[in-house]
T-cell receptor, first 116, second 112 residues
Framework: GAVVSQHPSWVICKSGTSVKIECRSL??????MFWYRQFPKQSLMLMAT?????????EQGVEKDKFLINHASLTLSTLTVTSAHPEDSSFYIC????????????FGQGTRLTVV | GQQLNQSPQSMFIQEGEDVSMNCTSS?????WLWYKQDPGEGPVLLIA?????ELTSNGRLTAQFGITRKDSFLNISASIPSDVGIYFC????????????FGQGTELSVKP
């Protein structure tokens, strides 16, 4: 399968600071990238969908000004958690698809964010 | 919105036993995917199903896309300790813009 690399794998930050998470497709062009959030023992909750060169589409209830998504190239998407609070602590995972018609999505390793 | 109901939520089995889990939906999906997630890692794709009625195997894993396109099952035969993890089904609907909708997950524990 295709490889998606996500960094960092874990990060601890202070309340009020911003954190950037990178998601790179290593061997394919990810025209669409998805960002998920996962709480312990729960399923993946889709936060937003981004298509290269376009603004991200956010799911209902997700604050677009808090979770900034950039998808400036076909191999890189970033999620920035702005003014982080302890309740933002979670496991964030990205996935990429190659083309609108592609039906397989490949996931990054995830990022464990802890806000103290 | 579309929802997937995955069952069982958890399973505790003995090494060597077969395992079966399934997902159902109230609406139709165009593609069904099965993923496995290890602790602290992202999901890894196991099997992808594209046609109603399709039965696909990947080693000891077998999955089927239901005829009604509203359900899918995953079987694991002769389980081994490294099968431990959380298994997710995911459905893709063109009506949802290609988004994956995930089931709640099945946590599998295998006793050696």
């Amino acid at each position: 399968g295709a490889v998606v690399s996500q960094h960092p794998s874990w990060v601890i930050c202070k309340s009020g600071t911003s954190v950037k998470i990178e998601c790179r497709s290593l061997d394919f062009q990810a025209t669409t990238m998805f960002w998920y959030r996962q709480f312990p023992k729960q399923s993946l909750m889709l936060m937003a969908t981004s298509n290269e060169g376009s603004k991200a589409t956010y799911e209902q209830g997700v604050e677009k000004d808090k979770f900034l998504i950039n998808h400036a190239s076909l191999t890189l998407s970033t999620l920035t958690v702005t003014s982080a609070h302890p309740e933002d602590s979670s496991f964030y995972i990205c996935s990429g698809k190659n083309g609108a018609g592609s039906t397989e999505a490949f996931f990054g390793q995830g990022t464990r964010l802890t806000v103290v | 919105g579309q929802q997937l109901n995955q069952s069982p939520q958890s399973m505790f089995i003995q090494e060597g036993e077969d395992v079966s889990m399934n997902c159902t939906s109230s609406s139709i999906f165009n593609t069904w995917l099965w993923y496995k997630q290890d602790p602290g890692e992202g999901p890894v794709l196991l099997i992808a199903l594209y046609k109603a009625g399709e039965l696909t195997s990947n080693g000891r894993l077998t999955a089927q896309f239901g005829i009604t396109r509203k359900d899918s099952f995953l079987n694991i035969s002769a389980s081994i300790p490294s099968d431990v993890g959380i298994y997710f089904c995911a459905g893709l609907s063109y009506n949802q813009g290609g988004k994956l909708i995930f089931g709640q997950g099945t946590e599998l524990s295998v006793k050696p």
